[in-house]
């Protein structure tokens, strides 16, 4: 079976990727969803410049495992991207769990160019059994693999055979293990396979995204070297405060490619700020328990929520402080400014 893609100006839209947004969902104290907010959420996105908005995925709490509430997701996003998206954005959906079959096909259905398969969607399977259902997904609509951090629930080991299985049949993958060494094995299989330069790779590692995506990695393979890089980051972080990670996440990533630093702050400086600011959204020393109200709080602060609404999360006391000072002290990662001169405007244009 050849490799599923999606069109050839959509996997370049990729390629040039930088910044994907998992979006969070809006929903009200009674936990129904506000498709006025979502929208305005997913505009905020697009003007940011992110390259994807992507619905189904952690930071919007897998909408609460509703198909209903999924589909609806998925036809908004597609709808404002649709209108608002421009050339080089592209349509990702994430899939995950026993349903996420059923979800590759409403994200084919809504147009959507590649889903993202969660390692739940295989769990307890063999690794030739976790490839044999990524094939069957990827004959609905292209997918895109994902390795999760251990101390998620649902996660597995991604041994070498199941990357090359993965390689085989996606047009690329997203490693989120959290864990050098790991992510080192996702590039070295990547570097081996005949598809290497078509590949997409996104670096979802919180704790080192600057180092990720300004890396340069070097592979032995056969008896010459090839330098792998990320296209693209996937994170939690990038759910907020968008207009500044496009910003400095391309700084990054110029610079990796031989660019001058445009920023205030230098690089090695910055990937320490950055990891400030994920420990506090995510309640990272709190075992992320509250990581999806945490970018939720900071974007009701925004005023692009109207309250950090989750189906499962509360916060923790003293976390809203911590996201606080990480912001106001270093204004690089803010998008305070940006929102506040663009609100009023959004908000019309979405009816709010």
Request: charged content about 20%.
């Amino acid at each position: 079976m050849t490799a599923p893609t999606p069109p050839a100006e959509k996997l370049r839209a990729m390629k040039g990727g930088v910044v994907w947004v998992p979006s969070p969902l809006a929903l009200d104290a009674d936990k129904r969803f506000l498709e006025g907010w979502q929208r305005l959420l997913t505009l905020y996105y697009l003007r940011s410049g992110a390259r994807t908005v992507i619905p189904g995925a952690h930071t919007g709490e897998f909408a609460g495992g509703d198909l209903a509430l999924y589909g609806r997701w998925l036809a908004l996003v597609a709808e404002v991207v649709g209108g608002h998206g421009g050339v080089g954005t592209f349509l990702m959906a994430a899939v995950s769990g026993p349903q996420a079959r059923r979800q590759a096909e409403l994200a084919a259905r809504h147009g959507y160019d590649v889903v993202m398969v969660a390692p739940t969607a295989f769990a307890g399977e063999s690794d030739e059994d976790a490839v044999h259902s990524l094939r069957d997904i990827a004959s609905v609509v292209p997918v895109f693999g994902f390795e999760l951090q251990r101390a998620i629930p649902g996660s597995r080991e991604y041994s070498l055979p199941l990357w090359r299985g993965i390689f085989e049949v996606a047009c690329g993958a997203k490693g989120a293990s959290f864990d050098t060494y790991r992510a080192g094995r996702m590039l070295r299989v990547a570097a081996e396979s005949e598809r290497r330069d078509e590949l997409v790779l996104a670096t979802g590692n919180d704790d080192r995204i600057v180092a990720d995506l300004g890396g340069l990695f070097p592979f032995s393979v056969g008896g010459g070297q090839v330098v792998m890089r990320y296209d693209a980051g996937l994170l939690g972080h990038f759910a907020t405060d968008t207009h500044a990670a496009v910003r400095w996440a391309s700084a990054v990533v110029a610079a990796r490619d031989g660019a001058a630093w445009p920023l205030p702050v230098p690089e090695r400086h910055l990937a320490h700020l950055v990891n400030e600011c994920n420990g506090a959204l995510f309640d990272a020393l709190g075992g992320f328990e509250n990581s999806v109200w945490g970018v939720k709080r900071r974007l009701t602060q925004l005023g692009l929520l109207p309250a950090p609404n989750c189906f499962r999360e509360a916060g923790r006391p003293g976390q809203f402080e911590a996201i606080q000072a990480a912001y106001g002290a270093q204004p690089v990662l803010s998008d305070e400014g940006f929102v506040a001169e663009h609100l009023d405007e959004w908000k019309r244009e979405v009816g709010l």
